[in-house]
């Protein structure tokens, strides 16, 4: 067999094991999920006057992500998402909120919202650090905190973490509520999008790759 042929066969093999898999994710509940938290890296606030940079990155990122832990009930991943066993390593997330460009974070420009790719979201799974966990991750990429559209928008990304590949990944925009404080104001925006999954996105999902 020659090469050409020996790399074609490798290629549609690992085509197959990367579906077989998201097709054992959708078809197996209890099948252990490593949740890996929300990365703001590639976010940005938009038009929000009152909006502070280094606020946002050392107190309200970690703060926002901190509340998918412990308020479970209405940020219900492993519910919203089908499944029975949830881990949560942020090891990935953590290291890319504290590198985000303060300056970069704020914008007064709303097609900002809406400047992601697919491919964005693949390059930004490739980098990112697992944790040393294998298996199936769900890692929440926000795009944008749009302050007049009233929006928290965020890709909900199912990734094969042994490989660094994105199995499914998908805009979705919250609508953000009256939260109190920056915290809680963003945070109804991203409870919308849980509802989001919850009410229909994943049945969508697990009928296409079922």
Known sequence: MNK??????????????QAQTLKDFFA????NVTYLGLDFSL????????A?????VDKVFPSMNDLTVKEVKKFDVAGAFRHKTLDHDFTGVTAHNANISKDALISSNT????????????????????????????????????KSDRK??????????????????????GKTGNGFGERNFWASGLKDAFDDIDGYKYKEWKKAHS
Do not use: Q, Y
């Open 28 to 31: 197996n509940e209890s099948m």
């Open 4 to 17: 050409t042929l020996l790399i074609a066969c490798f290629l549609v093999l690992s085509g197959v094991a």
């Open 52 to 56: 502070n940079g280094e606020n946002m």
């Open 152 to 173: 928290f928008v965020v890709w909900p990304t199912i990734v094969n973490m042994d490989t660094h590949t994105v199995l499914i990944t998908e805009r979705i925009n």
């Open 111 to 146: 097609a900002d919202a809406t400047r992601l790719k697919e491919a964005d979201i693949k390059a930004l799974v490739s980098n990112l650090d697992m944790g040393g966990k294998k298996g199936i991750g769900i890692v929440f990429i926000v795009e944008a905190m749009d």
């Open 43 to 50: 976010a940005r606030v938009i038009n929000d006057p009152g």
